[in-house]
């Protein structure tokens, strides 16, 4: 009997919760995809040349620009569209973002960053070898 | 844990793919300038991992979490448990003196005791063997345990080259505490390759411990000797390592991470009467986070 009514409590409470919830999770009205998110360094190199497959889809029709945070032009913008798509080829030696737009805005309706990791160090003591096997990191 | 690496890992090998195709992670002309590094390097691994322990009874030891915390300052570091200082620096080797504790101890942890009853047929009958100190009939057993074993803290110098050959590292330490008041010599090479986001680290190395130190952690002394644990001098050896590390870069603070490490440790502590093994392996997979 005791467990059920704990049950029930606990049903009413998941009930409660999920009123509470709005009906659908907010989508973002504009979705920017881009893979991949994530160039490695190591050694010698200084640049990954890497090829983006950029997508965006939005719930409203409009010019939408594809921009980056490290130069002031667009890339690429689009006329009237609900969607897009582009491939770039380009190199990378630091993190920036891909942002879509407005033409000539400066808002941005969604982003995406670029990030660059280095695993070697100049500093050799970062290299050291530790001595145990759970060392992993 | 595993099909999610090999997962992985082919998911890996067809980025490199597309990555050979368009030249991903080339060396380019640009020059190589690094952004400054935090003076802080603190990590975080949770996964499953195990290190075989040699000690006669006693357990392996699981690792389960790894704890990543070490400092860089201009000379002065500390890198989990190791204290130094950077005495010369160019660009063909870094030289350091370090202080550190022993790892051998780390072993003598997790010990239990077994009992063992000694007996002789004699006439057909099971008897009681007789404690060839004092001649009594032993009818207690007699308790296998390992020795204790102390800490010590070592202090030495180690010297790390790299270039595009791979990195080796030069070190040699003495204790300090009076604890075993021996040495240790070793090298160490590895060699990172890295591909996409896939980086995997063969690495080898050779020890050398005096027979002071390899006898105060392996030897069985003459006061711990009995009926269960025959006297033993362990002399000094050499004994060998190789070890892989794999990681596979998620984002730049997240990834997977996969250790395998196998030691041989020297004939003359393989035949100690402490010794139920003469090799430590270790493994270890799981997520780490770089913070």
Same mark, same amino acid.
């Given at each position: 009997?005791?467990?059920?009514?704990? =049950?029930?409590?606990?049903?009413?409470?998941?009930?409660?919760?999920?009123?509470?919830?709005?009906?659908? &999770?907010?989508?973002?009205?504009? =979705?920017?995809?881009?893979?991949?998110?994530?160039?490695?360094?190591?050694? &010698? &190199?200084?640049?990954?040349?890497?090829?983006?497959?950029?997508?965006?889809?939005?719930?409203?029709?409009?010019?939408?620009?594809?921009?980056?945070?490290?130069?002031?032009?667009? =890339?690429?913008?689009?006329?009237?569209?609900?969607?897009?798509?582009?491939?770039?080829?380009?190199?990378?030696?630091?993190?920036?973002?891909?942002?879509?737009?407005?033409?000539?805005?400066?808002?941005?309706?969604?982003?995406?960053?670029?990030?660059?990791? =280095?695993?070697?160090?100049?500093?050799?003591?970062?290299?050291?070898?530790?001595?145990?096997?759970?060392?992993?990191? | 844990?595993?099909?999610?690496?090999?997962?992985?890992?082919?998911?890996?090998?067809?980025?490199? %793919?597309?990555?050979?195709?368009?030249?991903?992670? %080339?060396?380019?002309?640009?020059?190589?300038? /690094?952004?400054?590094?935090?003076?802080?390097?603190?990590?975080?691994?949770?996964?499953?991992?195990?290190?075989?322990?040699?000690?006669?009874?006693?357990?392996?030891?699981?690792?389960?979490?790894?704890?990543?915390?070490?400092?860089?300052?201009?000379?002065?570091?500390?890198?989990?448990?190791?204290?130094?200082?950077?005495? $010369?620096?160019?660009?063909?080797?870094?030289?350091?003196?370090?202080?550190?504790?022993?790892?051998?101890? %780390?072993?003598?942890?997790?010990?239990?005791?077994?009992?063992?009853?000694?007996?002789?047929?004699?006439?057909?009958?099971?008897?009681?063997?007789?404690?060839?100190?004092?001649?009594?009939?032993?009818?207690?057993?007699?308790? /296998?345990?390992?020795?204790?074993?102390?800490?010590?803290?070592?202090?030495?110098?180690?010297?790390?080259?790299?270039?595009?050959?791979?990195?080796?590292?030069?070190?040699?330490?003495?204790?300090?505490?009076?604890?075993?008041?021996?040495?240790?010599?070793?090298?160490?090479?590895?060699?990172?390759?890295?591909?996409?986001?896939?980086?995997?680290?063969?690495?080898?190395?050779?020890?050398?411990?005096? !027979?002071?130190?390899?006898?105060?952690?392996?030897?069985?002394?003459?006061?711990?000797?009995?009926?269960?644990?025959?006297?033993?001098?362990?002399?000094?050896?050499?004994?060998?390592?190789?070890?892989?590390?794999?990681?596979?870069?998620?984002?730049?603070?997240? !990834?997977? %991470?996969? $250790?395998?490490?196998?030691?041989? /440790?020297?004939?003359?502590?393989?035949?100690?009467?402490?010794?139920?093994?003469?090799?430590?392996?270790?493994?270890?997979?799981?997520?780490?986070?770089?913070?």
């Amino acid at each position: 009997m005791v467990v059920l009514k704990l =049950r029930s409590i606990a049903l009413a409470a998941a009930l409660g919760l999920a009123c509470m919830l709005p009906a659908h &999770a907010v989508e973002p009205s504009v =979705r920017l995809v881009v893979k991949p998110l994530l160039c490695v360094l190591d050694k &010698a &190199a200084t640049s990954c040349m890497m090829s983006f497959d950029i997508r965006w889809k939005s719930v409203a029709e409009s010019e939408y620009c594809l921009n980056d945070t490290l130069g002031p032009a667009p =890339r690429i913008c689009w006329g009237a569209a609900l969607a897009g798509g582009t491939v770039e080829q380009r190199q990378v030696s630091e993190d920036f973002s891909y942002w879509l737009g407005a033409p000539a805005g400066t808002e941005r309706l969604a982003e995406v960053k670029i990030s660059v990791l =280095r695993v070697d160090s100049d500093d050799r003591r970062r290299e050291r070898r530790t001595r145990h096997v759970w060392d992993v990191l | 844990m595993l099909a999610v690496l090999c997962g992985l890992a082919a998911s890996v090998h067809a980025q490199d %793919a597309a990555a050979a195709a368009d030249g991903s992670a %080339a060396p380019a002309a640009l020059p190589r300038t /690094l952004p400054p590094e935090s003076h802080w390097r603190l990590g975080l691994a949770a996964g499953y991992g195990r290190r075989t322990n040699p000690l006669i009874q006693s357990d392996d030891i699981p690792v389960l979490v790894d704890v990543d915390i070490a400092y860089f300052g201009k000379r002065w570091f500390f890198d989990n448990g190791d204290l130094g200082v950077e005495i $010369a620096n160019n660009d063909r080797f870094t030289t350091n003196i370090v202080a550190r504790v022993n790892s051998d101890r %780390a072993f003598f942890s997790k010990t239990n005791t077994k009992y063992v009853t000694f007996t002789q047929l004699s006439g057909g009958v099971t008897v009681p063997i007789r404690d060839p100190g004092t001649g009594t009939p032993l009818a207690e057993p007699e308790p /296998l345990k390992p020795p204790r074993r102390d800490y010590a803290i070592e202090l030495g110098f180690e010297t790390l080259f790299d270039g595009d050959w791979g990195a080796a590292s030069v070190r040699a330490f003495h204790d300090i505490s009076n604890t075993h008041d021996g040495y240790e010599i070793g090298v160490t090479y590895d060699y990172r390759i890295t591909r996409g986001r896939f980086s995997f680290s063969p690495s080898f190395g050779l020890a050398y411990k005096d !027979r002071r130190m390899t006898d105060y952690y392996w030897g069985v002394h003459k006061e711990e000797s009995s009926l269960t644990l025959q006297p033993y001098v362990a002399d000094g050896g050499l004994s060998f390592e190789v070890g892989l590390k794999t990681n596979y870069y998620m984002t730049k603070n997240f !990834r997977v %991470a996969m $250790a395998l490490n196998y030691e041989r /440790l020297s004939d003359s502590v393989g035949r100690s009467p402490l010794v139920e093994q003469p090799y430590v392996f270790g493994y270890f997979a799981g997520l780490a986070w770089s913070f």
